[in-house]
């Protein structure tokens, strides 16, 4: 953790940055051995012990230094926009054409009800279609 910690130090960056950034970081990050270090030597560069861990006292100090240790919630996407997304995909956009042009159609030739019914039919598929996909 420290070892990352000095990597966005000495790149002035957190997670955002350029893929030529990441990979120099991937590159500093390879150079670590934390994971080779004795028993002895971990207790000593996290100042803790095995059998007793962290005292009361230094685990409210890294709490307040690094914070609490979970994962932060991601801004999700408003419910109606992910709706809108699976109503608007190519092929239902295609649909929503194709009944539009049913509907001229009819408009053209009212005597003859068939356009009206199949733009219908083509309306309630797509909108059935991407609800059953959001709900998926």
Request: proline content about 3%; glycine content about 10%; charged content about 20%.
């Amino acid at each position: 953790m420290a070892k990352l910690d000095n990597v966005e130090k000495h790149t002035g960056k957190g997670k955002k940055g350029s893929i030529g950034d990441a990979a120099g970081d991937n590159d500093a990050i390879r150079q670590w051995d934390d994971h080779t270090w004795s028993l002895e030597k971990l207790q000593e560069n996290l100042a803790t012990s095995i059998e007793t861990g962290l005292s009361h006292l230094k685990a409210e100090v890294k709490l307040k230094e690094f914070g609490p240790n979970e994962l932060t919630e991601k801004e999700g996407t408003p419910w109606y926009v992910l709706f809108m997304k699976e109503q608007t995909g190519l092929f239902s956009l295609l649909l929503y054409a194709g009944s539009i042009l049913c509907y001229i159609g009819y408009g053209l030739q009212p005597a003859d009800p068939s356009n009206l019914y199949l733009g219908i039919i083509l309306d309630v598929v797509c909108f059935f279609t991407g609800v059953f996909a959001y709900s998926q």
